[in-house]
């Protein structure tokens, strides 16, 4: 975990000063890799109170703009886009006093070591004074790594591994965690589709979709359900019938799949053209748009859990998704909601922090108590987590109807 002893990786660099507008920025993307992130240097030193602060404040993102994942990293940097202009446009009108935010994402591709060195070049060149990141939990857990050994406060949106937050004091996250996540898959499976049998496939290359499947298998049996088979793929394969062969065999009555939609997309695919008839259960790594571009007829029906649905009829959800349809274009997934979230939370922070400093900055989002979310009411807990529920939502012809709705 040591960023100086790591080969450099293709960073590709999106630099933008969330001051400017959106489109400008879009023009200054830069995909050829190398040099020229974020120019401009932190000028926030606090205020100690009194006087509301003045001066930018540095946000770097890390994030998979590229790469099987690429829509968690665009969603979620565009979440954060809409927050940073929301805030630096009230800014100027007079309506909120405060520092304006500036941004600057840098592509990780998915990869660890690209995630490493992203984080190492936000804070040693660009001198952010705060990370956002990453979707990944086991990105985050490179990344968090990195932001705890300099003291710059990271707020992961959406990792859900355990893990993540246990790190260190300067850790955060602001989504649901996957024990809960695993229960909840566990208890729709059980009480809702009625499964006795359930068959678990896995990706062994991630620490979250590991993690998500020993709890809802733990779960599972807990409720009384039986585990048919456990299979393990890797984060590369294309083929998986082998795999999905032993399954077939086992006929279970439901299938844990908790991987990101790219491969949980293709093996629906593999799995619809084996004859395979048992419902698909997946988590909040589904969440993208190319679910059903890549998966098509294979993957309606399926159900996921998520952090929320964007058909929810709360004034928050209603009044993101009118924005965010607005500036995008595109109906907002989970990632998005929860880079919203996770920017705006930092900035409330950056707002009542005594100093920028990392320790007085991380201390004060420690703080954060009924934060309003469009994903709901947001409270750091002493381990730097957040309790929300989640919602099981169910796959339909490009639609996410929301199905049921579980408590912490
Ligand atoms: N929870 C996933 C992880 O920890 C990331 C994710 C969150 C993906 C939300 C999609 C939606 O790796």
Same mark, same amino acid.
């Given at each position: 975990m040591k960023p100086s002893g790591w080969r450099p990786g293709p960073v590709v660099v999106l630099s933008l000063? =969330?001051? =400017?507008?959106l489109a400008a920025c879009d023009?200054?993307? #830069? @995909? @050829? &890799?190398?040099g020229g992130g974020g120019a401009a240097t932190a000028t926030g030193t606090g205020t100690g109170g009194g006087e509301p602060a003045t001066g930018t404040f540095h946000v770097g993102h890390y994030a998979? !703009?590229? &790469?099987?994942?690429?829509t968690f990293g665009q969603s979620t940097d565009q979440g954060i886009r809409l927050a940073i202009k929301e805030r630096n446009a009230a800014i100027d009108a007079g309506t909120v006093k405060g520092r304006k935010i500036k941004l600057t994402t840098l592509d990780d591709a998915g990869k660890p070591q690209d995630a490493g060195n992203a984080v190492t070049r936000l804070i040693?060149?660009?001198?952010? #004074?705060a990370l956002l990141g990453e979707v990944a939990s086991g990105l985050s857990m490179v990344g968090g790594q990195i932001a705890q050994q300099y003291n710059v406060p990271m707020i992961s949106?959406?990792?859900?591994?355990?893990?993540?937050?246990?790190? &260190? $004091?300067m850790v955060f996250r602001v989504c649901f965690l996957d024990d809960f996540q695993g229960k909840v898959m566990a208890r729709f499976a059980r009480? /809702? !589709?009625?499964?006795?049998k359930a068959a678990i496939l896995f990706d062994q290359g991630q620490p979250y979709s590991k993690g998500l499947a020993d709890y809802a298998e733990k779960s599972f049996k807990e409720m009384g &359900?039986?585990?048919?088979t456990r299979q393990a793929y890797g984060s590369? $394969?294309?083929?998986?019938s082998a795999q999905l062969s032993s399954i077939k065999q086992a006929s279970p009555d439901v299938i844990f799949l908790p991987g990101y939609y790219t491969q949980a997309a293709n093996i629906m695919r593999q799995a619809r053209k084996l004859g395979i008839t048992a419902a698909f259960v997946g988590g909040?790594?589904?969440?993208? $748009?190319k679910l059903e571009e890549i998966g098509g007829a294979a993957v309606q029906g399926s159900y996921y859990s998520n952090?929320?649905?964007?058909?929810? /009829? @709360?004034p928050e959800v209603k009044n993101f998704v009118t924005k965010y349809k607005q500036e995008f274009g595109a109906t907002p997934d989970g990632l998005a909601a929860l880079g919203y979230d996770a920017a705006n939370l930092m900035f409330a922070a950056v707002d009542r922090?005594?100093? !920028?400093g990392g320790k007085d900055l991380a201390a004060t989002i420690a703080t @954060?108590?009924?934060?309003?979310g469009v994903t709901g009411k947001i409270s750091i807990d002493p381990n730097r987590d957040a309790s929300k529920s989640a919602v099981v939502v169910k796959v339909e012809n490009g639609r996410r109807v929301p199905v049921k709705r579980y408590e912490p």
């Open positions: 000063v =969330a001051i =400017a507008s023009t200054k993307r #830069n @995909t @050829t &890799g190398g998979s !703009l590229t &790469g099987s994942e690429a040693t060149q660009d001198k952010v #004074n949106p959406s990792s859900t591994n355990p893990q993540v937050t246990q790190i &260190g $004091d009480e /809702e !589709l009625k499964a006795e &359900g039986k585990i048919v590369s $394969d294309p083929d998986v909040d790594g589904w969440d993208s $748009d952090h929320y649905s964007p058909e929810e /009829e @709360t922090a005594p100093s !920028l @954060t108590k009924d934060f309003v």
